[in-house]
């Protein structure tokens, strides 16, 4: 079993950046891929990026490609994803989560542990 917390979310203007820190305990996690979702006022959660569990294998949304970098320590249990020139687009509920599978990850559904959000709001 895998427990995440998320943290570093804030209130930031347009162009500034913001990493996001997900912490696991559970001894497993580096066994799984990782993978962070989005949840905006009255939108579906989101697909953001994906990371395999050997970090050779990624995926980025369109909207965020070129922008944000996802990450992975699994010696300190750690997942990040580095957020640079932030949009007020970018406003949302950020998650963090874990999947069994090593590619085509890009379905929330796939997903069986998840963290409790951090929240990014960004002002224009």
């Known amino acids: 079993q895998v427990q995440l917390v998320e943290s570093g979310g804030g209130l930031v203007q347009a162009g500034v950046s913001l990493r996001l820190s997900c912490a696991a305990t559970g001894r497993t996690f580096s066994t799984y891929s990782v993978g962070w979702f989005r949840q905006a006022p009255g939108k579906e959660r989101e697909f953001v990026a994906a990371?395999?569990?050997?970090?050779?294998?990624?995926s980025y949304a369109d909207s965020v490609k070129g922008r944000f970098t996802i990450s992975r320590d699994n010696a300190k249990n750690t997942a990040y994803l580095q957020m640079n020139s932030l949009k007020p687009e970018d406003t949302a509920v950020y998650y963090c989560?874990?999947?069994?599978?090593?590619?085509?990850?890009?379905?929330?559904?796939?997903?069986?542990?998840w963290g409790q959000g951090t929240q990014v709001t960004v002002s224009s």
């Open positions: 990371l395999s569990w050997s970090g050779g294998i990624t």
């Open positions: 989560a874990t999947t069994t599978r090593t590619w085509d990850f890009r379905n929330r559904a796939d997903y069986a542990y």
